[in-house]
């Protein structure tokens, strides 16, 4: 257990629905990055958010989008779902400081049919 | 950009093998260095770290690895896996001045471990 939670575990979406994906971070953890992994692939940086704000974004189009409310929960929404958006959606929290680890999520499957 | 390598995308080894997984970076700054293991059916976990010092860094359950900065690499290595070592393993990097938790992940190496 990392005390790290995301619902749902798995959902299914046709192509072009929208989807928001939701993670709670471990306590004392202010800083929440996303993740998507694709089948057979490593995860792959979406962005991150530090109180509140976007902190850094990976190679990922404006249609995925997130927010972080004050208890340092966040959502990622993606938006105009593709077939190639299906992938294990992953959060990561980490403290404050230079040098940090990130605490994973187990993780949500999503299936865009 | 930096980007991670790992050579090996399966690997199977029977009780009592040695292990060794490569992993290369490619970043000209300062990097932090990490091994994270992913369990079937499980969140991905740290198995250890390097950020600076020590370039022999070791981890949980008897992992181990090293940092070759001449040849931008971060092997990993257990000199006897069990059966319960059976999972992905993951290699990441981040940039030492970019944001934290900003990691670069190789496409991961599965080990199956045969009792």
């Known amino acids: 257990e990392t005390g790290v939670t995301q619902s749902p575990t798995h959902l299914i979406k046709t192509r072009g629905q929208q989807v928001t994906l939701r993670c709670s971070s471990q306590?004392?953890?202010?800083?929440v990055s996303w993740y998507q992994q694709a089948l057979g692939q490593g995860p792959q940086f979406i962005f991150q958010?530090?109180?509140?704000?976007?902190?850094g974004r990976g190679n990922f189009p404006p249609r995925f989008s997130g927010l972080q409310f004050p208890n340092y929960s966040s959502e990622l929404n993606v938006n105009a779902l593709e077939l190639d958006d299906s992938a294990l959606y992953l959060c990561?929290?980490?403290?404050?400081?230079?040098?940090?680890?990130?605490?994973f999520g187990q993780g949500t499957r999503l299936t865009v049919v | 950009a930096q980007s991670v390598s790992q050579h090996n995308h399966h690997v199977i080894l029977s009780e009592a093998a040695s292990l060794e997984l490569g992993c290369n970076y490619s970043?000209?700054?300062?990097?932090?260095l990490f091994w994270y293991v992913q369990y079937p059916g499980q969140h991905l976990q740290l198995l250890l770290k390097?950020?600076?010092?020590?370039?022999l860094v070791k981890g949980i359950k008897g992992f181990e690895a090293e940092f070759i900065k001449s040849k931008f690499s971060f092997n990993l290595r257990k000199p006897s896996v069990q059966w319960s070592d059976t999972a992905e393993y993951f290699c990441a990097v981040n940039g030492g001045g970019g944001s934290q938790g900003n990691l670069i992940f190789g496409k991961g190496t599965k080990l199956s471990v045969k009792p």
């Open positions: 306590s004392g953890h202010n800083t």
């Open positions: 958010y530090y109180r509140e704000e976007e902190n």
């Open positions: 970043y000209g700054g300062t990097v932090n």
């Open positions: 390097y950020f600076s010092g020590d370039p």
């Open positions: 990561a929290s980490s403290s404050p400081g230079r040098v940090t680890e990130a605490f």
